[in-house]
């Protein structure tokens, strides 16, 4: 069950309380608060009952989480106010409960209707292969729309159209066989490069892991479509690239972020990596060149 509808389920569960405990106060009110609270509790539940696998659900049950809190909320504020208005407070959640099951209904209804809308993906149909010459395409549009993605963001990769990562660039790793992509219902949505090289700059940091070069494995270029970001592809690809450097018997895993994404720093410290601080690292044509150090220990 995902965080989403625990949460959704966690409110609802929390408006009945909410509901019982108004009756039990206002004994008099609990038609009114039954006529007022039921209907609009329905859509929800039929929501997540039904179309479990359906885009456009998912998408209303994080729009829905905003109502039932507001809701319990209205209960409970009727119920702890003695000195208020209870009519007041009554009718002013009883119109909130009312304009969430116009809203709601409909998005309820319609993904039941349109029985071809596509599924949720999901960590079962995403699979990794090493890109070939014939990928460049793809992955152009691909890093195309990761750097569109970027802009005007707070983290920002220093990537641009025309610039890094370029076609020689990517075309050279996936003849190299470096070149790994991420596949969900046989669309590219990811990709990273796996290999041994180091910037002579990582040589500053004190790696916790003293190993020979070719027991490091480095992660360059990992980028993520922006269409299925936050559905845990960026994760399962460093999974992925931490599963391949064990196979080839690497010790420790070692990337840089530039400082001007903070967002990725922090994505691979909750990923256990360890962060070794900035350093200046030299990479041709980049604007920027300081760099934060990460590394995850394999041994």
């Keep these: 069950m995902t965080l989403i509808r625990k949460i959704l389920i966690f409110c609802a569960v929390a408006t009945f309380t909410a509901l019982i405990a108004c009756t039990i106060r206002h004994p008099g009110t609990w038609l009114a608060l039954l006529t007022f609270y039921g209907p609009p509790l329905i859509p ?4 997540l009952a039904f179309t479990k696998q359906n885009r456009l659900a998912t998408n209303m049950q994080k729009v829905l989480l905003i ?76 890093y195309n729309d990761v750097i569109d993605g970027m802009e005007g963001a707070a983290s920002h990769a220093q990537w641009h159209r025309g610039g890094y990562p370029t076609d020689a660039f990517l075309q050279s790793r996936a003849a190299l066989g470096e070149l790994w992509v991420a596949e969900m219902n046989t669309k590219m949505v990811g990709a990273m490069i796996l290999n041994a090289e180091c910037n002579p700059g990582y040589a500053q940091a004190d790696w916790q892991v003293k190993c020979k070069p070719h027991e490091v494995m480095a992660i360059h270029t990992l980028g993520v ?75």
């Design 44 to 47: 929800p539940f039929i929501l």
């Design 225 to 299: 479509s922006p269409s299925v970001q936050g559905q845990g592809v960026g994760k399962a690809m460093v999974q992925k690239a931490i599963e391949i450097a064990r196979e080839k018997g690497c010790k420790s895993m070692r990337l840089d972020v530039i400082d001007t994404n903070p967002a990725a720093c922090d994505f691979y410290v909750r990923l256990g990596f360890i962060s070794h601080g900035m350093y200046v690292l030299d990479y041709p044509g980049a604007v920027c060149t300081n760099f934060t150090l990460c590394e995850l220990p394999l041994v």
């Design 67 to 142: 109502a039932p809190i507001g809701i319990a909320l209205g209960c409970w504020l009727m119920f702890l106010a003695p000195t208020g208005n209870p009519d007041g407070v009554l009718m002013a959640t009883a119109l909130l409960t009312v304009l969430w099951a116009i809203v709601t209904t409909p998005f309820c209804i319609i993904p039941l209707l349109l029985k071809n809308l596509p599924p949720v993906p999901t960590m079962n149909n995403l699979t990794f292969r090493k890109a070939t010459p014939f990928d460049l395409p793809t992955l152009r549009r691909l």
